[in-house]
Structures are given as structure tokens and as C-alpha cells.
T-cell receptor, first 113, second 112 residues
């Protein structure tokens, strides 16, 4: 199957700083990528849909100015958590669509201290 | 808003036993996917079912999509410790929407 990578796998940052997470489709091109957040012992919650060459579509309740998404190429989407706070600590997972399947990255564990 | 109810939420069984996980909704999905996720990792796609009534087998795992495409089940025969993990079902609504709606997951523990 197709491979999606994420970098970094783990990051610890101080409150108030910004963190960028990269999502790459390694062996296919993805016009659509998705960003999810997963809290401990819970399922995946879709945050936003990232569209190559256009603005991301955010789910209700997700602040677009706090979670900046850039999908500059067909193989790369980035999520920047700006002015991070401890409540932003979570497991962030991206996925990339290769019709008709959606492939997930390994996730990024963000801890804000 | 489409919702997927997964049951049971937790399941602990002995090695060699059989089990079934259910995924139900009042909404119709164009396709339904099953994933397995291990701690600290992203979900790994197991299967996609598309046609109502479809049955797919993956070794000891049998997946079924309901005739009305509103529900699905995952049956594992002779469970092994390696089957331990979080099983997630996710439905796609189709009609040009690529978004997946996830169930809350079933945490399976297979005890040797």
C-alpha cells in the first residue's frame, strides 16, 4: 500500500511557541490530505481537509488561525500549531487520499509544557 | 452529522476465541473502512467494503457490509495476541465528499 510519513514523530515545546508538523505522501501524489487529532483512548477527530493549491477547510470548532495548514505540493502538507498551549497536547495524525483509499501517517505526539 | 456507533468499546478475550465487532449507523455510507491502530502509531487500513452485502476475508478476519450500507461487522476467528489493538471503522459518505467519519473504536486485548 501507499506510504505516508510524518515528521517529527514526537515534539515537546514550551507554551506560547509554534510547532510545525509535516505530512508527506512518499510514493503517490495526493491532492487531498486530512489532519486529525486523537486524544488518549479516543477516536480520531477530523480537524481539517487540506487541498493542494487552495485553502484548507476546517471542521467546526477548529480555529484556523491557530492551526495553520499549508498544502504547497502534491506530496506535502504542513500543520503549524501556533502559540501552543498545554491543552493542544495530543496525537496529531495526517492522512493522504489515493482514490479510493485513505492512508494514514504514523502520527506526531505533541506535548506542550 | 453522520455518526458511527462501534461496539463493544472494550473486549478482552483468551487466545483462540472468536469475536465480532459491530459498527452501526442510521446513515448510508458509500464505503466503509476498517483500520487497526497500535499505541503511538497511525491507523493501518485493513479493508474497504463498498457494495451492500459484501463480505471480504483477510486470513482470520471476515468483514461484512450490511445490505443497506448502514452497518458493518468484523469477525475474528481464533484470535491471537498479535490481534491486540484498537479497531476503528470509518465511513465515507460519497457524493464528492472525501471525509471519513470514524467510530469510537474497539479496544481488543487477546490474552495468551
Amino acid at each position: 500500500g501507499a506510504v505516508v510519513s510524518q515528521h517529527p514523530s514526537r515534539v515537546i515545546c514550551k507554551s506560547g511557541t509554534s510547532v510545525k508538523i509535516e505530512c508527506r505522501s512518499l510514493d503517490f501524489q495526493a491532492t487531498t490530505m486530512f489532519w486529525y487529532r486523537q486524544f488518549p483512548k479516543q477516536s480520531l477527530m477530523l480537524m481539517a481537509t487540506s487541498n493542494e493549491g487552495s485553502k484548507a477547510t476546517y471542521e467546526q470548532g477548529v480555529e484556523k488561525d491557530k492551526f495553520l495548514i499549508n498544502h504547497a505540493s502534491l506530496t506535502l502538507s504542513t500543520l503549524t500549531v501556533t502559540s501552543a498551549h498545554p491543552e493542544d497536547s495530543s496525537f496529531y495524525i495526517c492522512s493522504a487520499r489515493e482514490d479510493p483509499f485513505e492512508y494514514f501517517g504514523p502520527g506526531t505526539r505533541l506535548t506542550v509544557t | 452529522t453522520q455518526l458511527l456507533e462501534q461496539s463493544p468499546q472494550f473486549l478482552s478475550i483468551q487466545e483462540g476465541e472468536n469475536l465480532t465487532v459491530y459498527c452501526n449507523s442510521s446513515s448510508v455510507f458509500s464505503s466503509l473502512q476498517w483500520y487497526r491502530q497500535e499505541p503511538g502509531e497511525g491507523p493501518v487500513l485493513l479493508v474497504t467494503v463498498v457494495t451492500g452485502g459484501e463480505v471480504k476475508k483477510l486470513k482470520r478476519l471476515t468483514f461484512q457490509f450490511g445490505d443497506a450500507r448502514k452497518d458493518s461487522s468484523l469477525h475474528i476467528t481464533a484470535a491471537q495476541p498479535g490481534d491486540t489493538g484498537l479497531y476503528l471503522c470509518a465511513g465515507a459518505s460519497g457524493a464528492g465528499s472525501y471525509q471519513l467519519t470514524f467510530g469510537k473504536g474497539t479496544k481488543l486485548s487477546v490474552i495468551p
